[in-house]
């Protein structure tokens, strides 16, 4: 099997979406490559396999042709910065990749191809490019990708005669004839595939219709075949891939050898490829020389057992606290290391209140988690001074918390099992014997205690112990409070919604039918396409193994075409709403109560943003007005309670003006000017009264893209323009805003210097590629490093306001609860008679969380539903 590496990159990155990983590395090329890489072993099972790609721009063809792929707009970054990583994965894979100055991948597939052939060998060869078709014979067949990565039309001899009539050495002449723009191939202007098969049927090759010019039909025609012959005969020879380019790999060196998985799980985990990494099943776990540990399982709690400063764990069986079955208690302090069984805990009044005494310190392992455990428990756990995974994280949040045995041994504590070790995994999951389950529970109290100290020291030394003590440890006890509340569900109404939206279905599938004139299954792109493409006559874009391609992007290039297109577009996305958020939040609402216990994951993101699944709340869709109407359903937990919402406004976008001092930026912020407008202004050059809708829009794409670094492609995909109108536009925006372009280079400096950025509150986040050689690599980190301080800030400053606002809810004894953060929005509920006071309360935390040198604006509203207070 031979692939030619670029052009499936190519092909993977134009067909995904643009996908990140948390460390905001673009993965799409990456992950699409991957899929077709490992779909192709596993239908083929090749015993030889190379990837071939492209050495640079020139190659010996410029000699002939200095034009040759001239015009070819320049490689999208966010595709060029995945390569490398590419190449890492094939080394995991243990497969060969190869490229050879001046020559291109097609010379190293065609030249291989070849000497595999005379060997005896059957030949695979992968391509986005038809170019390759003409290396197809007996024993060659050249799979091209159709549709997305996974469609693939095979060329064989047989197929390229039913298709064009005509012989795979024939598919040159044809090139030379017709020409290839995306190639820069000339060919003879006016000659498009269908003459330039009619010819070669009659002539046979370019050179037998050259010498017989004067046979040809049409004087038209005749006159060009004249006039550019010499151009028909050098655009044949740059067509043409040679099988003798000077490779120096053999075929032997090409052999297929087993993955090394341990590369693999570690690039997967790095790429967030969490489906690849499944598939992959998490290795055996590693089995641990464990060290001597004195440890006792408890039937009774003594006074001695109790100290002012302890290490305490809680062991679950699930990673969803709020319902985990509790397997037991490991304790830890200077008079042992014991294992608490959790009816002997449940059963000890002495043991509940140490628990709950604040001047009793305890070191745990995750906070929030603790909290929520032993308040199930029936015991409200007071006094925590240390949390192991959240100093972790603080530390270096790029290193990714998996698990107990792997955060403690980055620490220098190494005799602690992985839980896989201990319970299984899978179907195979359970609960050890009791000595087993005692040893390992007691284990994790012991590691805790064994690394505080290094974890404070390193906190310290990083000036981060401001940020663990006073911000992150704090706040797991607010989000424990918040998720221990809940926020209640109005079940029917969201019955009744997925009603209204069956109904409306219905409707849209009846219009859809009387608009095709006859019944059929929306669902099945088979007897869609057809509807489409063959009864209506609309344009196929994309073909596929089994019909039509009807896939989103299809769909939306003909909306203009038929009316019919709007009503399934509609159809799909009601569906998906239908589907995805009704029925998926009706599963996780607790049937008990009615509500929904999210889980906010405090440890995940680079920037210090929250997160949160079960559900995953920052997904609700509001582009749509029926997504929007999900939150209704969200509603206060007491009569006569309405929910109020408050949200930062442009936060970010303050935040640069902070800290890059920009004139213009602080300038608009102090003066309350709406931004976007203002950017436009400042752009386009134009007053106020002169912006247009359509400039706003570009300004506001550019403010919000810029500080991440956004590239001219980036900037063309998501405004609809030419790369080059991109480009003049990031130009003028950085001419405009002098001071913005100063930080973007003075913070590249500073990454460069210290190997990492820091937020106004000392969050770290530490880019290693920033010093790279490879050009892609140095320039992702470059984007990460302007980012990272302005998102990394804007997710600290709202962090700090949940905890002022918890405070001062407590303070002014107010009743209402804060029930929910979604991206830089927090949601309350509260008593009607308590609004007036929110209103004055909520905004003047929240505007006041961070001092910067631009106002921080909280906007905010009430309503009866969540929906009601937006």
């Not at 001047?359 to 929520?372: E, F």
């Not at 004139?663 to 931004?675: C, K, R, V, W």
Request: glycine share 6%; proline share 3%.
């Amino acid at each position: 099997m031979l692939i030619d590496g670029n052009s499936i990159a190519y092909r993977a990155f134009f067909a995904l979406p643009l996908l990140n990983n948390e460390k905001g590395v673009h993965t799409n090329a990456i992950y699409g490559f991957t899929t077709m890489l490992t779909k192709m072993i596993d239908d083929e099972k090749p015993s030889h396999i190379l990837v071939a790609f492209d050495a640079g721009k020139t190659t010996f063809r410029h000699k002939t042709f200095s034009e040759y792929k001239g015009g070819r707009q320049k490689t999208p970054s966010e595709l060029s910065e995945q390569f490398p990583f590419i190449r890492d994965l094939l080394n995991a894979f243990s497969i060969k990749h190869y490229e050879l100055d001046q020559y291109e991948a097609d010379d190293i597939i065609g030249t291989l191809s070849l000497q595999a052939e005379k060997k005896g060998y059957d030949v695979v060869v992968v391509s986005g490019d038809k170019d390759l078709t003409q290396l197809s014979s007996e024993r060659t067949r050249v799979e091209i990708t159709r549709k997305g990565i996974t469609d693939m039309e095979s060329y064989t001899p047989e197929h390229i005669m039913e298709k064009y009539g005509l012989t795979p050495d024939q598919i040159i002449d044809m090139k030379g004839l017709m020409g290839d723009s995306s190639d820069n191939i000339p060919g003879v202007p006016g000659v498009g595939e269908k003459t330039a098969i009619k010819l070669l049927k009659e002539f046979g090759t370019l050179e037998k219709l050259v010498e017989s010019i004067e046979d040809v039909k049409g004087a038209k025609l005749k006159d060009k075949l004249n006039e550019y012959k010499d151009q028909a005969r050098m655009s044949k020879e740059l067509a043409t891939i040679t099988r003798v380019a000077p490779v120096d790999v053999s075929l032997d060196d090409l052999k297929r050898h087993e993955p090394d998985e341990e590369k693999l799980r570690t690039i997967y985990k790095e790429l967030s490829f969490n489906s690849l990494l499944e598939k992959l099943g998490d290795g055996n776990a590693e089995e641990i020389e464990l060290k001597d540990l004195e440890w006792e399982s408890v039937t009774d709690i003594t006074e001695s057992m109790l100290s002012s400063q302890s290490e305490l764990y809680i062991e679950l069986f699930d990673v969803n606290y709020h319902t985990a079955a509790i397997l037991g208690i490991g304790l830890h302090n200077e008079s042992g290391t014991y294992f608490i069984p959790v009816e002997v805990a449940q059963n000890s009044a002495r043991f509940k209140d140490w628990i709950e005494d604040t001047n009793s310190r305890k070191s745990v392992y995750d906070a929030k988690q603790s909290i929520i455990a032993f308040h199930r428990l029936g015991m409200e756990l007071k006094g925590i001074d240390f949390d192991l995974l959240i100093a972790s994280y603080v530390i270096d949040a790029s290193q990714a918390a998996d698990d107990f045995s792997s955060i403690a041994k980055r620490h220098g504590a190494d005799a602690v099992q992985p839980d896989d070790a201990v319970y299984g995994k899978g179907a195979k999951k359970k609960v050890p014997e009791d000595n087993v389950l005692g040893e390992h529970i007691s284990r994790k109290a012991a590691a805790i205690a064994k690394i505080k100290d290094r974890c404070v020291s390193e906190l310290e030394k990083n000036e981060q112990d401001h940020l663990f003590t006073d911000l992150e440890l704090p706040l797991a006890e607010v989000l424990a409070e918040m998720e221990r509340k809940g926020v209640l569900v109005d079940v029917e109404r969201l019955r009744e919604m997925g009603d209204e939206l069956k109904t409306k279905l219905a409707q849209i599938e009846e219009d859809i039918h009387r608009i095709a004139g006859e019944v059929f299954n929306i669902n099945s792109p088979k007897q869609l396409g057809v509807i489409l493409f063959e009864k209506l006559g609309l344009p196929a874009v994309k073909k596929t193994k089994t019909g039509y391609s009807t896939s989103a992007d299809v769909l939306e290039k003909l909306q203009p075409e038929h009316e019919i297109i709007d009503h399934i577009l509609l159809y799909r996305q009601l569906g998906k709403l239908q589907s995805t958020y009704i029925e998926g939040l009706l599963k996780v609402v607790n049937k008990d109560t009615n509500k929904i216990h999210t889980r906010y994951n405090q440890v995940l993101t680079q920037t210090g943003r929250l997160s949160s699944i079960d559900p995953n709340l920052q997904n609700i869709p509001i582009r749509l007005e029926e997504g929007r109407k999900i939150r209704q359903a969200f509603i206060p937990s007491k009569k006569d309670w309405v929910m109020f919402a408050a949200d930062y406004s442009q936060i970010e976008l303050r935040v640069l003006a902070h800290i890059s001092q920009d004139e213009g930026l602080t300038e608009a912020f102090n003066n309350d000017m709406d931004i976007h407008t203002k950017t436009a202004m400042d752009v386009f050059g134009v007053e106020k009264e002169n912006v247009t809708s359509g400039m706003r829009r570009h300004a506001k794409a550019v403010n919000f893209g810029i500080v991440y670094g956004i590239s001219d492609y980036g900037l063309s995909q998501s405004l609809g323009i030419t790369r080059k109108e991109a480009a003049e536009f990031i130009k003028r925006y950085l001419e405009s805003y002098p001071k913005v372009k100063e930080y973007m280079d003075d913070i590249i400096h500073e990454a460069k210097q210290n190997g990492y950025v820091s937020t106004l509150l000392h969050r770290r986040r530490y880019i290693p590629e920033i010093t790279s050689r490879n050009f892609n690599l140095r320039g992702f980190a470059e984007r990460t490093a302007m980012n990272t301080p302005i998102q990394g800030t804007a997710a600290d400053i709202i962090k700090k306001a949940m905890l002022d606002m918890a405070i001062r809810l407590e303070k002014e004894g107010i009743k209402a609860n804060m029930l929910l953060q979604v991206h830089d929005e927090l949601i309350f509920e509260c008593p009607r008679e308590e609004v007036e006071i929110l209103e004055k309360l909520v905004p003047e935390v929240m505007e006041k969380a961070v001092e910067l040198s631009v106002p921080l604006k909280a906007d905010f509203s009430y309503g009866d539903t969540w929906y009601d207070a937006k």
